[in-house]
């Protein structure tokens, strides 16, 4: 935790008398129990202790699944981006952990194939032009029995493509994002927010305040794909 966050999550008490009607959910990660923040119209999806968003609870949940009964773990893993709360983790439990910047336009990676058993990569699929290169690149450092885990945001049904260079994002995941990955992994496991309790709020939850058609605030699940080089794995 930043010293800016510490400062920040002293808040979290007050939060919880200032809102006492608001819903009440426990954080995975830091195990805050109260109200959550919206995020301007997302809903109830920051946790106000830890800071952390409905996103990087299902990824820590998913995370925690496979890796917490081991200590110690002697795998090699590669995480780009760094979120905090997982670099955390990954850093108590494997004893080779490196890390990297995410890539915006070069999506070629600084190491020998074969190099890593798990490669962590949050998002970052969002910027490059050619995201079928940076797919091909993670494969490429994995060893014969590495699993990559590379979830994207899923914005809608269908992925959109914006190559003018003018759009925030190039590409605008959607549910079908996924199968991209299939041309490099002979398996891909999807963890949905629809998989874990109610009560870690997994789900981006879309207030529709604004539009006047609706009649619920809308529910998206997010997904955690887990993509392995073996199918033997
Ligand atoms: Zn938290």
Request: aromatic share 14%; charged share 25%.
């Amino acid at each position: 935790m930043s010293v800016k966050q510490q400062i920040k999550s002293l808040r979290a008490p007050f939060y919880k008398i200032l809102y006492p009607n608001k819903q009440k959910f426990t954080c995975p990660i830091c195990l805050y129990t109260g109200p959550f923040k919206d995020k301007k119209r997302r809903l109830n999806a920051k946790c106000p202790k830890c800071g952390e968003n409905e996103r990087a609870r299902l990824q820590y949940i998913v995370i925690k699944q496979f890796f917490d009964s081991y200590e110690n773990i002697d795998a090699q893993i590669l995480h780009i981006a760094r979120e905090r709360a997982l670099q955390k983790y990954f850093q108590s439990k494997f004893k080779n952990y490196t890390s990297a910047d995410k890539f915006r336009t070069n999506v070629d990676i600084p190491f020998p194939d074969a190099s890593f058993d798990i490669v962590f990569a949050s998002h970052i699929l969002l910027y490059p032009f050619d995201d079928i290169k940076a797919i091909s690149e993670m494969r490429r450092i994995l060893k014969p029995n590495g699993i990559a885990i590379i979830p994207m945001p899923v914005f809608a049904e269908k992925t959109v493509d914006d190559y003018s260079g003018n759009a925030r994002w190039t590409h605008m995941s959607g549910l079908d994002y996924y199968n991209r990955y299939r041309q490099f992994f002979p398996k891909v496991d999807l963890y949905s927010s629809k998989m874990f309790p109610e009560h870690y709020q997994l789900y981006i939850w879309d207030s529709q305040k604004d539009n006047p058609l609706a009649v619920d605030d809308v529910r998206r699940e997010e997904l955690v794909p887990v993509c392995y080089v073996s199918t033997e794995s």
